[in-house]
C-alpha cells in the first residue's frame, strides 16, 4: 500500500472530466489536480469531438447523466474513434445490469457517486500504470486488428470506420511485422495459407489493390505499399 501511495505522487497525466454538477466537478479537478494530474472540464459531450482532436488525452472520466446525448452514447463515441483511452464511466445511481452495460461498450472501471476523490484516484493510477497499448498507424489510419478495422487516426468525422476481412488483417499484420523490408510473395502466401487460404497471383494482386483502396493508397504512386517487380511488396506506413 505505502508502494501504491508512493507511486500515486509520481502520477502524470491529462484527464478529461466530463460531468455537469459544478460542486464534483470542481472538487474532483482541485483534488487532481494537486496530485500532479491536469484536468479539463466539459459539463457537457458537446464539446467532446474538438477537444479529444485539439489535446492529448491520457483517460476520461464521463458521467452517464448529461445534458443532450448521455454518457453512454459518448461512450460509443469515444470506443469507433479512440479505442486506445480508458474511460472511467461514473454516476449515482448503479445497478449490476448498468455495470454490465457499461463495461461491455468499452469502460474499463465504474465510479458510484458519491465518491471520495481519493477513490477516483486510485482507480485513475491503475489505468494509467498500465502499459498504454499503441495501435499501428498507416497515413490516417490505425490498424485495430481485434475489432478488423481501420480507424481514423485524429477521429474526424470526415472520414469513417473501415471494415477489414479477415486476409486483410493478416496482411498488415505482416506487412507491420517487416516494415521497409521487403516482404516476398511466398512470405504472403505462407501467412495467407495458414488461414486456409492459398492465393494464386491474381487474388493476390486482387487482394493488394483492395488493401490499397481502403488505405486510399490506390493512386498511380503507392505511399505505403510498393511493388518490387517480380519479388513482392515493401511496406512504408
Not at 10 to 17: A, E, R
Not at 134 to 151: C, E, N, S
Not at 224 to 234: A, E, I
Request: aromatic share 6%; charged share 20%.
Amino acid at each position: 500500500m505505502l508502494q501504491k501511495v508512493a507511486a500515486m505522487k509520481h502520477l502524470q497525466g491529462h484527464i478529461l472530466l466530463v460531468e455537469d454538477d459544478d460542486l464534483t466537478s470542481e472538487l474532483l479537478e482541485k483534488y487532481l489536480h494537486s496530485h500532479n494530474l491536469s484536468v479539463t472540464v466539459l459539463p457537457d459531450g458537446e464539446q467532446l469531438v474538438s477537444t479529444m482532436q485539439h489535446q492529448k488525452v491520457d483517460a476520461v472520466i464521463l458521467d452517464i447523466v448529461l445534458p443532450g446525448k448521455s454518457g453512454l452514447e459518448w461512450l460509443e463515441w469515444l470506443q469507433i474513434h479512440y479505442p486506445q483511452i480508458p474511460v472511467l464511466l461514473c454516476s449515482r445511481h448503479v445497478t449490476a445490469e448498468d455495470r454490465v452495460i457499461g463495461l461491455s461498450k468499452g469502460a474499463v472501471d465504474y465510479i458510484v457517486k458519491p465518491f471520495h476523490p481519493k477513490e477516483v484516484l486510485l482507480r485513475l493510477h491503475n489505468v494509467l500504470a498500465k502499459p498504454t497499448v499503441t495501435l499501428p498507424r498507416v497515413g490516417i489510419f490505425q490498424l485495430d486488428a481485434q475489432r478488423a478495422i481501420l480507424i481514423p487516426y485524429n477521429g474526424s468525422s470526415e472520414h469513417q470506420n473501415t471494415n477489414l476481412t479477415l486476409h486483410e488483417v493478416l496482411l498488415l499484420q505482416l506487412f507491420f511485422a517487416h516494415v521497409g523490408d521487403l516482404v516476398t510473395r511466398d512470405q504472403i502466401a505462407e501467412c495467407l495459407h495458414g488461414s486456409g487460404h492459398d492465393p494464386t497471383k491474381r487474388s493476390l494482386d486482387m487482394l493488394i489493390n483492395r488493401l490499397r483502396k481502403k488505405l486510399g493508397d490506390s493512386g498511380e504512386a503507392s505511399r505505403y505499399l510498393h511493388t518490387v517487380w517480380g519479388k513482392g511488396y515493401r511496406f512504408t506506413p
